[in-house]
Structures are given as C-alpha cells and as structure tokens.
C-alpha cells in the first residue's frame, strides 16, 4: 500500500525516510574530512556458562525453562540364610537416584534494525541432557541342596536429544533514487524452531524365587521393583513473519503509511561538523516532529531513533559519531520534547548501512549520494 506523504516545516528530509542508511560527516570546506577520535562502542559479551539464566528478554521473548524431577527408588534389603551349616548373607541392591535436571531458560533475540529493515531474528539452540538408569543385579545362591542363578537387568538409557539455532536473516527495502519511485514492501519469513522430545527409559523388575533344600532350609525370595524416568517435552517456538508494507518516495520531510510513521533529517541541519551537539536552529523543526508525534502515534508507542554516517573517514569514529547523535537527539526528545524516556530507544549504525552509494559508477566520489547516508531517523508505530 502505497504511504501518504505530507510535509513539515523546518526539517530537511530525505526521500528513503524507511531505508536502512548509514553515512559519516561532510566534507571540510579544504575537501578534508572530521576524524574526531571515538572510541567504538564494544560488543555485547557472548553467552557463557556463567552468564546468569534469563527471567525476562528485552526485546524479544522468554523460553519458559523446563524442570526435569529426580528419579529415586530405594535399596531393596535380601535377608540371608543358613543353609547345610553355611550362612548365606544378606545381599542389599543398591536404589537408584537421578538427580533433577533442568533446560534453563532462553531468550527469542530480535536484533535491532533501523527505518526500513526488519530486524534479524535468532531462537537458540537448546537440548536435553541423557539419563540412564543403573544396572541391578540379585545374587544367585549356591549352596547344598540349592543351585539359585542370579538374576539381572542391564542398564538402560536414553539419549541427549538436540534442536540447532534457527535464524532469519535482516532484511531491508530498496533504495529509491528518486522522487516519485515505488518501493516494493518486503517480508522477513516465519521462523519455527521445533519441538524436542527425549524417550521415556524403563528398567524392568526383578525377582528370584525362595528356593529350598531337601532338609527344608530355604532361601528368600526376592524382589527389586522396576524403575521409569518419564519422556520429557520441550514444546516449539516460533516468530510469525512480519511485513513493511510499500511506499512511494518523495521529497517531504514526513512519511506515513498505514503503520507507521517516520521523520528523516540531514546531520547538517542538526550539528556542526563533527559534533554531537545539537544546533539551536534546529530545535524549531524538532518541536514539529514532537508535535506530530503526539498526534500520529499512541501516546505509550516506541520511538526509535537511528544515527547514520557516510563511509568516508574512519570507520570507528564514525560508528561512535552516529551512536552519539543518535542519543542527543533522545535526550532532547526527553528533556525539551516531553517524551517519556522509557519511550525512546537510540542506535547508531554508522557507516554501515548507507541508503545510496557513497561512490559513482566509476568508482569516483560521489557527494550527493554521501550527503543522503548522513543522517538521524526518528521512527514509530502508528
């Protein structure tokens, strides 16, 4: 469905306001370009064996833990016998304990996107461990008058059962190159990780019979209930598909569609070269977003805002300079726009996902195409 474009003032757009897009600074006046040291925000650490089970997932969705009870079955005691003068001693069958095993709790991870991308969507692996029962053994008895054989169950097991990763990969809108073009909708695919089942295990009885001799001396019989370890089920999980539906591009500073609504700004309009202040002049045209925030979205609806840079320039710095910009532009929304912070959610994407080429077809410069990567996307649901 095609988006409708309206206009604001104050704010210079660009047309792909839903386009994933990245870019770095302007070019100096000397043709230079900003360098400013930043350090690059460090990455999330991996998951580890100490990485405390989750209770809640930001972002995403809990896999509840699964609780796998203890199996416990006691000795059984085989009195002994004197039998032809011959004692005949007591024999115990050790009982069987399994402790209580557990699949710990998981998070379904949505990885964050910006404007125009649905984000990459990632349910872990899980498993459930083995068990065996132990093996159990009654003695035989031979003594005079008495040839008892013994009487055994071999252990039994079942299996470590496993489901791998499944992963939907992010995917993004075209790239319009000019006013008037219509981009397609896209959609990221279902995602169903499938359920998991480990076997129930069952070591049968046993028993051996009393047995006597011709002198009426006799041996016990004996019995050593069976053992079960029910089938244990993780049930699956799944992430429906989702869709960002198509638009046309245009030269306003605000495009709506049916569920959506997102605003795109130069850098420039709102800082200097190399800064992460936000200008005075540029507080007129974000009072205006502000405003038709409140008019357009739920008042309790997610603000996202994404910082984007040009490729030119060091790739560290410019990571750092997007994540910066990003987060002035949420603090101002907080502070001066009156948006409740809980709200508002910044990320930088540096250079990293540029909406049109940074160079031309021969490779040369392209400052026209930089100049639209150098960006900040204010975005929410309608």
């Not at 969705?61 to 609780?67: G, R, S």
């Not at 132990?134 to 003594?143: E, F, L, Q, S």
């Not at 790239?175 to 070591?203: F, I, T």
Request: aromatic share 4%; with cysteine.
């Amino acid at each position: 469905m095609r988006g409708r474009i309206s206009r604001g003032p104050a704010v210079l757009l660009a047309a792909c306001l839903l386009l994933a897009a990245c870019g770095g600074e302007p070019e100096k006046a000397d043709g230079g370009h900003d360098r400013t040291a930043a350090a690059s925000a460090s990455p999330s650490p991996s998951p580890s064996a100490t990485t405390p089970e989750p209770t809640s997932c930001t972002g995403g969705e809990l896999i509840q833990a699964v609780e796998i009870p203890a199996v416990h079955s006691d000795p059984v005691r085989i009195p002994g016998a004197v039998i032809g003068g011959r004692r005949i001693p007591d024999v115990t069958v050790p009982g069987v304990d399994i402790p209580a095993q557990r699949v710990p709790a998981q998070c379904v991870e949505h990885r964050p996107a910006p404007g125009g991308c649905l984000g990459a969507v990632a349910i872990p692996g899980t498993s459930i461990p083995g068990v065996t029962i132990p093996a159990a053994r009654i003695p035989g008895v031979t003594a005079p008058g008495i040839d008892v054989p013994p009487v055994e169950q071999g252990s039994v097991s079942s299996e470590a059962v496993t489901q791998p990763a499944v992963t939907q990969d992010e995917v993004c809108q075209t790239r319009p190159s000019k006013e008037g073009e219509y981009v397609s909708s896209v959609y990221r695919a279902s995602l169903y990780r499938s359920s998991l089942y480990r076997s129930s295990v069952y070591r049968a009885s046993l028993y051996r019979p009393r047995a006597c001799n011709d002198k009426g001396e006799c041996i016990p019989s004996a019995t050593v209930p069976g053992v079960s370890v029910p089938g244990v089920s993780i049930p699956g999980v799944s992430v429906p598909g989702a869709t960002l539906k198509s638009y046309v591009a245009g030269p306003g500073q605000v495009i709506k569609g049916d569920d959506s609504i997102a605003y795109n700004i130069e850098s420039d309009v709102l800082f200097d070269f190399g800064k992460a202040d936000i200008k005075p002049a540029a507080a007129e045209g974000l009072k205006e977003i502000v405003k038709s925030l409140r008019k357009e979205v739920p008042s309790d609806a997610p603000v996202q805002v994404d910082g984007h840079t040009d490729a030119k320039g060091d790739t560290a710095a410019n990571q750092a300079l997007s994540e910066r910009r990003a987060k002035a532009i949420v603090d101002w929304l907080a502070t001066e726009g009156g948006i409740d912070r809980s709200r508002l959610k910044a990320a930088g994407y540096g250079e990293t996902k540029p909406a049109f080429p940074n160079t031309k077809p021969d490779g040369s410069d392209d400052p026209g195409g930089r100049a639209k990567n150098r960006r900040v996307v204010i975005s929410a649901a309608r």
